[in-house]
Nanobody, 126 residues
Framework: QLQLVESGGGLVQPGGSLKLSCVSSGFPLGNYLIGWFRQAPGKEREGVACISSSDGEVYYRTSVRGRFTMSTDAAGHTVYLQMDNLKDEDTAIYYC???????????????????WGQGTQVTVSS
């Protein structure tokens, strides 16, 4: 059973940076669809970045493109989300998610991800 554990959240001022980490226990994530999602109070969970299992490309939600960077370590056990120039509207609980099945291209549907972490709170406020 794959387990994902996020860390790195916290309180940051607008314009600041945070780097989230997601550690996978048991299996490397090299061939998995991997995604970072977030959920703000009263809103639906939305994808912000994902790595495709078909081509290894990284895709970003329009609102975070150019500010967020998703990457993995060489061993494939840790996934990162570097978040720069944070804005108030980035405040949310951030989750990493993974799925072992083949998915073509980018995928933003939470229902397509089998494994989820517990989430880490990111608060952007002055």
């Amino acid at each position: 059973q794959l387990q994902l554990v996020e860390s790195g959240g916290g309180l940051v001022q607008p314009g600041g940076s945070l780097k989230l980490s997601c550690v996978s226990s048991g299996f490397p994530l090299g061939n998995y669809l991997i995604g970072w999602f977030r959920q703000a109070p009263g809103k639906e969970r939305e994808g912000v970045a994902c790595i495709s299992s078909s081509d290894g490309e990284v895709y970003y939600r329009t609102s975070v493109r150019g500010r967020f960077t998703m990457s993995t370590d060489a061993a494939g056990h840790t996934v990162y989300l570097q978040m720069d120039n944070l804005k108030d509207e980035d405040t949310a609980i951030y989750y990493c998610a993974a799925d072992p099945r083949y998915h073509h291209g980018e995928n933003w549907l939470p229902s397509d991800y089998r494994y989820w972490g517990q989430g880490t709170q990111v608060t952007v406020s002055s």
